[in-house]
């Protein structure tokens, strides 16, 4: 076992050597612009791309006409939220989303208020799901797009999409959600749900970084984006730039990888995940966040309570790398957004780790795992007065 051990997949993940394989060609002999026409060089590049978001499409059940491509998942969400905004202008202003989204969705949708957008924040339960009953009484007849995020990221609680693409149907509105966490670890299928508009990235599912792509339906209804990148006129005329050839390869492999291994995978880690948590969970005083029933198979958010997260993540970070919450807020000190929605108090949600599994996770890891955050835990509620207090108490009783 080589330490250190990964377990933080939903900041990013290695790429499969299947993956760099494929790309690798497109460095160096088949280097071409896809935009150019003229010769072979191009031509090759075209087809490589035109492979890819047959791959793509697949694997969200999309068309590959669908698949725009962009530089990830945030470029994505901007895309999407801004696109709307602009071409329905007169239609309506108003957008609904929910207030345990990643930051790429609601600094955008915080962006666009300030040019005129109305925005509802829908609340969300203890388990971070939200009231299907508060997002149809929200919809008003200004109300132009449902932004409503997969799987979250901190938390991994799935929500209910078949029912909030129905309700989005419904009542004639665009229904967007970033699956970025989702898509490649569970099965996806924008038709199937209903979802008119959906951002991904190559980096969450053993893909390159720099790559990801905004599924754009086509039919019942056609779904119209201004284009928030000006240029060339690539991408269906949404968004324009030379085509990351390389990129676009690795993910297209990426998803027909997902496509094939995303159950067994599934499978696996959910053990190991329940393993992790049920041997942590003796530690007492330790809360599984978000709901257990409706969420990603490889994640888990747990706090423990009079151990502080910082503190939690310096004792093991040489051995164990964790998270304590989104990697693109984790310059921050404030505590989780996320678990902050869901009705943790500072100290618990400071308290919190995010464990990642992924596909090159052993159970020698796991193990390895259970006993270094054991002890660190141990450790860290040993110099804690408030934790001696409460053994007192609890012995009183």
């Given at each position: ?38 010769h ?13 978001r ?48 990643h930051?790429?969705?609601l ?7 300030k ?28 109300t ?29 509105v ?14 996806v ?99 599984i ?18 151990a ?23 310059a ?35 193990e ?30």
């Amino acid at each position: 076992m080589n330490l250190p051990i990964y377990l933080d997949h939903n900041a990013t993940t290695p790429c499969d050597p299947g993956v760099v394989a494929a790309m690798l060609p497109y460095f160096t002999q088949n280097f071409g612009n896809a935009s150019s026409r003229n010769h072979s060089f191009g031509w090759h590049a075209e087809e490589a791309v035109d492979y890819a978001r047959e791959q793509v499409a697949l694997l969200i059940g999309a068309e590959p006409k669908e698949i725009v491509f962009t530089s990830g998942a945030t470029e994505a969400d901007n895309l999407a939220i801004k696109g709307v905004y602009e071409m329905y202008a007169s239609k309506g202003n108003h957008i609904i989303t929910v207030v345990t989204e990643h930051k790429a969705v609601l600094d955008t949708c915080r962006h666009i208020e300030k040019l005129g957008a109305e925005v509802t924040y829908l609340k969300v339960n203890t388990d971070g799901l939200i009231d299907l009953q508060e997002l149809e009484a929200a919809i008003k007849p200004t109300t132009i797009l449902i932004a409503i995020m997969y799987a979250n990221n901190e938390t991994g609680t799935i929500q209910p999409m078949k029912e909030i693409g129905a309700i989005a149907k419904k009542h004639g509105v665009i229904f967007f959600s970033d699956a970025t966490q989702a898509v490649g670890k569970i099965p996806v299928d924008v038709k199937n749900d209903d979802i008119d508009l959906l951002a991904m990235t190559a980096h969450k599912m053993y893909g390159p970084k720099g790559i990801g792509a905004l599924y754009v339906r086509r039919k019942n209804p056609r779904v119209k984006l201004t284009a928030q990148m000006d240029g060339g006129g690539h991408e269906r005329g949404m968004r324009s730039g030379t085509l990351n050839v390389p990129g676009i390869v690795g993910f297209g492999k990426a998803c027909e990888l997902c496509l094939h291994e995303m159950q067994q995978d599934a499978e696996r880690l959910s053990k190991l995940r329940d393993r992790l948590e049920n041997a942590l969970l003796k530690l007492g005083e330790v809360y599984i966040n978000g709901s257990k029933e409706h969420r990603l198979p490889h994640v888990s958010n747990m706090s423990f309570k009079y151990a502080e997260g910082e503190a939690l993540l310096m004792g093991l970070n040489k051995e164990i790398a964790l998270s304590s919450g989104s990697a693109c807020t984790s310059a921050s000190i404030e505590p989780s957004h996320v678990l902050k929605a869901l009705g943790l108090d500072d100290e618990l949600a400071h308290s919190s780790l995010r464990f990642g599994l992924g596909r090159y996770t052993t159970s020698e890891e796991i193990e390895y795992t259970i006993v270094q955050v054991s002890k660190t835990v141990k450790k860290l509620r040993g110099l804690s007065p408030l934790w001696e207090k409460s053994k007192e108490e609890a012995g009183a009783k």
